[in-house]
Nanobody, 115 residues
Framework: VQLVESGGGLVQPGGSLRLSCAASGFTFSNYLMSWYRQAPGKEREWVGDITTVGGSTNYADSVKGRFTMSRDNAKNTVYLQMNNLKPEDTAVYYC?????????WGQGTQVTVSS
């Protein structure tokens, strides 16, 4: 089982990034997919999730209206489009897959928002 995030980097405030998480080793389409983030010295926090079929999404209040999740079950990939980024969005971003008691984490990708 693997979850591999990509797309992180350094961006100026107000900029955009698109994170990807490529899954393998399990039936991706059956899993709820989520993004979490962890800033230095802080606990990991939930960013949002997307359901298996239909792709309904939910977001933390801190990112609502700026971040959008999507998934492509044919490519076993989930995305996080991040717009209007703020310095407080700086964190390591992790994708997370869950179905019942089974769950998997990716290794994370760093996002730094700074001028």
């Amino acid at each position: 089982v693997q979850l591999v995030e990509s797309g992180g980097g350094l961006v100026q405030p107000g900029g955009s990034l698109r994170l990807s998480c490529a899954a393998s080793g399990f039936t991706f389409s059956n899993y709820l997919m989520s993004w979490y983030r962890q800033a230095p010295g802080k606990e990991r926090e939930w960013v949002g999730d997307i359901t298996t079929v239909g792709g309904s999404t939910n977001y933390a209040d801190s990112v609502k209206g700026r971040f959008t999740m999507s998934r492509d079950n044919a490519k076993n990939t989930v995305y996080l489009q991040m717009n209007n980024l703020k310095p407080e969005d700086t964190a390591v971003y992790y994708c997370f897959a869950r179905r019942g008691v089974a769950s998997y984490w990716g290794q994370g990708t760093q996002v730094t928002v700074s001028s």
